[in-house]
């Protein structure tokens, strides 16, 4: 081996150890302590007390945005047990029916998926005040959404944010999931 090959193949190793101990770095960092977080008071006796993020969220499935957890795949896979009410005698209506929002532009259409939102919240937090339960009366637009208003209100505080906008609008026209809408069959997610 000339010299010229174990020079390059020291860098390849080199950069293949860098670039693992940047992930392992990026991923302890995912998640801020609470004391330097900005929103906990660092001179607070709960800072002690209080699970740290990265202990309570690593173990949960990761996201690339928002608070970088996947919430629904966590619930689907048994991560996390989430109250399912608040108020004793609350009936939870899990729907799984999904809405099709085509009013979108050049945009792909939005598929509303009731199963993730109901397995949170009761549907009486979004309709009739949000939205109403009939198709197509309510105005939905993007810049209501960026303004907090409507899916707003959510997508971008608690629920992954709304730069991730293919999660959304993920429904092309004219494709085979767009055609098949409404007709009973069984889409792929």
Known sequence: MDMWTAMARRG????????????VGVAAARWLPLANDGVHDPTSPAIGVLQEPAEALSAL???SAGNQVRWVQALDQGYITPRSQILAGTQV??????????????????RFPHRQHTAWLDCTNCHDKLFERKAGA??????LILQGEKCGLCHGAV????????????????SEAALAFGKGLVLER
């Not at 293949?16 to 940047?22: D, P, R, S, Y």
């Open 138 to 143: 309510t105005k939905i637009n993007m810049f």
């Open 61 to 63: 499935p990761p996201d």
């Open 159 to 174: 629920a992954f944010p709304l730069t991730e906008c293919e999660r959304c609008h993920s429904v092309p026209r004219g």
């Open 93 to 110: 209506n899990l729907r799984a029916t999904d809405v099709l929002l085509k009013n979108t532009g050049e945009m792909p259409m939005v």
């Open 12 to 23: 390849a190793i080199g950069l293949l150890l860098t670039c693992a101990l940047v992930a």
